[in-house]
Nanobody
């Protein structure tokens, strides 16, 4: 069973920063592709960033240059450093883990950016 627990969300002013964490309860964390997705009210869930088991990253165009995804395999944790936050970044942010066997989601953490 894979468990993902997000933390670090909150309320910040535009231009501020937050760091989200996703702690994974798995025995082979390094084998998973990890990602962050977000969903705003009335919107589709969208990809924010992913990091592969080999460390390759990709980002949505809307967050390039502002967000950084990273992973610490020793801690079974993936991070999303969010800088220069905009009101448009307001959403519930979800952690995702995937490997050959399946796809797993966390419960989400709320990020609210005020103007």
């Amino acid at each position: 069973q894979v468990q993902l627990v997000e933390s670090g969300g909150g309320l910040v002013q535009a231009g501020g920063s937050l760091r989200l964490s996703c702690a994974a309860s798995v025995s082979t964390f390094s084998l998973y592709v990890m990602g962050w997705y977000r969903q705003a009210p009335g919107k589709q869930r969208e990809l924010v960033a992913t990091v592969s088991s080999g460390g390759s990253t990709n980002y949505a165009d809307s967050v390039k240059g502002r967000f950084t995804i990273s992973r610490d395999n020793a801690k079974n944790t993936v991070y999303l450093q969010m800088n220069s936050l905009k009101p448009e970044d307001t959403a519930v942010y979800y952690c995702k883990a995937s490997n050959f066997a399946g796809v797993y989601w966390g419960q989400g953490t709320q990020v609210t950016v005020s103007s």
